[in-house]
């Protein structure tokens, strides 16, 4: 014991350099005892890759026994020597560590010789849907009359019928398609039927080209034209010019509508680069927007009448990048944003509420260099920042990080066990994950698709099956039952 603790103190003090890497950090600190993988053995020390201690719950525990060590065995405590932030990203490693165990040991599902992929509650095959003629696609959406509408991020929006890709739609807005920008979202009006509105999540560019911002459009489609045209009708959000962004990144951009009233509809735009304006409400950035669909402010909104220059269409803040949201069947709303590495979340979303971001984060840097912790200076007991308001912390986050992109719930009826569970997709991870909750918690988490493209979006199509929209190679296929 005593050897283990010296060889403990010798370790802290070549560990103390700030600005470290978590791969050193944990090299230098931990690996003697817990091993390369965290399988353990040092000291007597056991494995760190147990079921149980996958439990996200945990993360407190793991972080306080860092920092002040565990009583009565050789797990020295770090906290005289180790930032917390740097104590927090150990935390991320021992995550990332059970991960990769994770992945060993279940992996996901493989296909058989006949095709077919086996889950815990279905079998499912994967099926073509577009092949060819997609550059980068982002989402789909359906019209009552079967056709499915697909957007490409350069700029283009098609429709699919009868197995062939229309040309691209014409009269679509100008759109500047750098970096993560472009064509994002299309949404179809929920009384479609009845009043032909057909919503496009674009990124538009400043007059002199330098900056750009997510816009909300809506318009009407005909498409008894060949190919079809699209009639913008109006702008349903827009950013104050001077508002505008410069780097190429985080522009969200999902549109849902609200089950319980049609009229009104939820998108998210990203925080555009610059983090520390998801925090501030009189600037566009890192926020989900609830609007009626004629783009006017419910009076409901939590922030009506704050003043100032509010963007009264707030809905919630403190987001990084949403790029999946959607309302389960209990009509509750969910994102899913992609954070820093190890950061990804999924949260419920409320009105009203700050998501933290950055001020609170589960993540780190990409280059595995410390960030924050999430109970770090800037936080004061219980999740609360100093600054004031409370900050609400995911349900649940992936580690590693899978890019998170697309999400939709299961409606069935094409897969009756999976109905009301949240189907969350991935661009790093390439995956699509099978979530469950129960009373606000995550209770079952399963990778059901992996391994195939990076994941852009996923949507419960009309008849249930699950649609993927996959980047690298472009193109759409979809899940069907397989008995
Ligand atoms: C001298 C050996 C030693 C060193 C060095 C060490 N640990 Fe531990 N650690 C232990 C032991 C022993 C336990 C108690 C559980 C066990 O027996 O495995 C433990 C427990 C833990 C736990 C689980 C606590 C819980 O609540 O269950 C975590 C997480 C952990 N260590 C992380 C680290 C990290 C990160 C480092 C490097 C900064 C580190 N340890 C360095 C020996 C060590």
């Not at 190890?342 to 009105?351: C, F, P, S, V």
């Not at 580690?399 to 992109?405: D, E, M, R, V, Y």
Request: charged share 25%.
């Amino acid at each position: 014991m005593m050897r283990w603790a010296a060889l403990g103190a010798v370790v802290i003090v070549t560990g103390a350099a700030r600005g470290q890497g978590i791969d050193e950090l944990w090299s230098r600190n931990c690996l003697s005892c817990h091993g390369k993988e965290g399988q353990g053995g040092g000291a007597g020390t056991r494995t760190l890759l147990t079921d149980e201690l996958m439990d996200q719950g945990l993360d407190r525990r793991f972080f306080d026994a860092i920092k002040n060590g565990v009583p009565d065995s050789a797990m020295p405590g770090f906290g005289e020597t180790l930032k917390d932030e740097q104590i927090w990203a150990l935390v991320v490693e021992v995550r990332e560590l059970q991960a990769a165990a994770w992945r060993k040991r279940v992996g996901s599902p493989k296909a058989d010789r006949q095709g077919v992929y086996t889950t815990s509650l279905h079998r499912y095959r994967v099926r073509p849907v577009v092949e060819r003629g997609l550059e980068t696609p982002w989402s789909v959406d359906w019209l009552p009359s079967g056709e499915m509408l697909v957007t490409e991020r350069a700029g283009r929006l098609r429709v699919w019928k009868d197995g062939k890709l229309s040309a691209p739609v014409e009269g679509l807005p100008a759109v500047s398609a750098r970096g993560q920008g472009g064509l994002m979202d299309v949404a179809v009006h929920p009384k479609f039927a009845e009043n032909g509105w057909v919503y496009l999540a674009s990124t538009e560019a400043s007059p002199d080209g330098k900056r750009e911002m997510t816009k909300i459009l809506r318009g009407t489609l005909d498409v008894r034209k060949t190919p079809a045209v699209w009639t913008q009708d109006r702008v349903i959000f827009e950013a104050k010019p001077e508002h505008y962004s410069g780097p190429g990144v985080h522009y969200g951009c999902r549109i849902v509508f609200d089950p319980k009233d049609p009229g009104l509809m939820y998108f998210g735009i990203g925080e555009r680069g610059q983090m520390d304006l998801a925090q501030n409400l009189e600037r566009p950035n890192g926020k989900v927007y609830r609007v009626r669909d004629d783009g006017s402010v419910p009076k409901d909104n939590p922030f009506v009448g704050r003043g100032g220059g509010t963007y009264e269409q707030v809905w919630s803040f403190g987001h990084r990048n949403p790029q999946g949201l959607a309302f389960d069947l209990n009509g509750s709303l969910w994102d899913t944003e992609h954070g820093p590495r190890g950061g990804d979340e999924l949260n419920l979303i409320e009105k009203g509420a700050n998501y933290g971001w950055p001020l609170v984060s589960y993540g780190i840097n990409y280059s595995g260099a410390p960030f924050r912790a999430p109970w770090s200076e800037v936080m004061g007991a219980r999740g609360t920042p100093k600054t004031g308001g409370a900050v609400r912390m995911p349900v649940y986050r992936w580690l590693p990080s899978i890019g998170a992109c697309g999400l939709d719930v299961a409606r069935g009826p094409a897969f009756t066990k999976w109905k009301g569970d949240l189907f969350a997709g991935g661009l790093s991870g390439a995956n699509v994950d099978r979530l469950r909750i129960a009373d606000g918690k995550l209770v079952e988490r399963e990778e059901i698709f992996h391994g195939q493209g990076r994941v852009r979006d996923v949507v419960c199509g009309p008849d249930g099956t699950i649609y993927i929209v996959l980047n690298g190679p472009d193109k759409v296929v979809r899940l069907v039952p397989a008995d």
